[in-house]
């Protein structure tokens, strides 16, 4: 007998999800156009020092204080160029680094700090800075002449120059080494809830330092009180800047961390003072550090050993005939009012405390051998 078909297994309906209701189409973004980004609010936050000096370029400096500014400066020349003829009589050795041209960079700079409070840290290029703190002329030069009377005891010399009293703490002959050390200074300023900072000078030579970009990091982590400076005097120890670096706008380098940077024309003391104020103001309120580019030049060459040769004579006469510092203040004194007979007297006047402080040093005795064993450590450990 035949079987009956099975009858077809019936499939249970498939269940269907409700559908949501439909989106409103939503247009898409714009978007920018070629070549361009859009700006966040961060990137327009970095920028923002840069445009805040574009509308405030040169400080309104009273008759007094641009005569001040002038005496700084004109000190700090011919404190070097005689510091130069002192090494040439072999009355100063090892290594002698002037500051001839870069002088409206510390004098700028440094009239805006807060005596007795903000540090300062730099490299061997630091008599100017010294001067530019109103260190007194002759405890330099006797550290330059190697003197018992020196401000580091004639042990320090030209690149090593130290004074706790005034918080200039060096003067530092590793390329970049004092960076991470104005980091700890600016740690130091936070910890305490002093309200200083710390201005910390490199030159472009040790701005590829990777030494200066873990200080960069850190003090962009921590909120660190502290002024980055380069001193971008074009040549470092001798390799112009197009040829050593990739990246040759220097106030772009914080960009990565979040440090907000500054291009400063470094022979305009005025222009300099001006930047400094904001840039400071920008750390005293707790924002974090800030990167500033100080574009300068100097007359001589690396050392007082470097011929120079990397560059033309007629550079060098080009900058000091139309872009000095000095020069450039003592043509606003005169448009103030100072007469020629005026500046010639403060001229003969800084010659004269340079000569007294070459004395000073020339007369001085030289540091007893035992010294040799002073200063070594702090303390036992």
């Given at each position: 007998m035949a079987k009956p078909a099975p009858k077809a297994a019936s499939k249970p309906a498939p269940k269907t999800a409700a559908k949501p209701a439909p989106k409103a189409a939503s247009k898409p973004a714009a978007k920018p156009a070629r070549g361009k980004s859009v700006e966040s609010d961060e990137d327009f936050a970095l920028r923002s020092l840069q445009m805040a000096h574009e509308d405030n370029k040169r400080f309104d400096a009273s008759d007094e204080q641009l005569l001040h500014f002038y005496e700084q400066m004109l000190l700090i020349r011919r404190f070097e160029e005689r510091a130069g003829q002192l090494y040439g009589l072999g009355l100063i050795g090892g290594?002698?680094?002037?500051?001839?041209?870069?002088?409206?960079?510390?004098?700028?700079?440094?009239?805006?700090?807060?005596?007795?409070?903000?540090?300062?840290?730099?490299?061997?290029?630091?008599?100017?800075?010294?001067?530019?703190?109103?260190?007194?002329?002759?405890?330099?030069?006797?550290?330059?002449?190697?003197?018992?009377?020196?401000?580091?005891?004639?042990?320090?010399?030209?690149m090593h120059m130290f004074s706790t009293e005034h918080?200039?703490?060096?003067?530092?002959?590793?390329?970049?080494?004092?960076?991470?050390?104005?980091?700890?200074?600016?740690?130091?300023?936070?910890?305490?809830?002093?309200?200083g900072l710390c201005l910390a000078y490199f030159g472009d030579g040790a701005a590829n330092q990777g030494q200066v970009y873990e200080t960069f990091n850190m003090a962009a982590l921590w909120n660190l009180p502290i002024v980055f400076v380069i001193e971008n005097n074009g040549y470092a120890m001798g390799t112009a800047v197009k040829r050593s670096s990739a990246e040759t706008e220097f106030y772009r380098r914080g960009t990565a961390f979040r440090i907000p940077g500054m291009d400063v024309n470094g022979m305009d003391v005025l222009e300099v003072r001006a930047a400094a104020e904001i840039a400071f103001a920008h750390v005293r309120e707790g924002k974090g550090p800030v990167l500033m580019e100080l574009n300068t030049y100097r007359y001589r060459g690396h050392s007082m050993s470097d011929p120079g040769k990397y560059r033309t004579r007629e550079e060098v006469q080009d900058q000091r005939e139309h872009n000095d510092p000095i020069e450039r203040i003592k043509k606003e004194l005169a448009e103030r009012g100072k007469t020629e007979d005026e500046i010639k007297a403060i001229d003969k006047a800084i010659r004269a405390r340079v000569a007294e402080a070459a004395d000073f040093a020339e007369n001085s005795p030289e540091p007893d051998p035992a010294e040799l064993y002073t200063d070594v450590l702090v303390e036992s450990y």
């Open positions: 290594f002698c680094h002037l500051y001839i041209g870069q002088e409206a960079v510390a004098v700028g700079l440094q009239s805006a700090l807060t005596e007795g409070l903000d540090s300062v840290i730099t490299g061997y290029r630091d008599h100017g800075h010294m001067l530019a703190y109103g260190i007194d002329p002759n405890v330099i030069m006797a550290e330059l002449t190697g003197r018992q009377a020196g401000i580091s005891k004639g042990k320090g010399g030209s918080r200039f703490y060096g003067g530092h002959g590793i390329v970049g080494a004092q960076v991470p050390l104005g980091g700890g200074l600016a740690l130091a300023h936070k910890y305490r809830e002093d309200g």
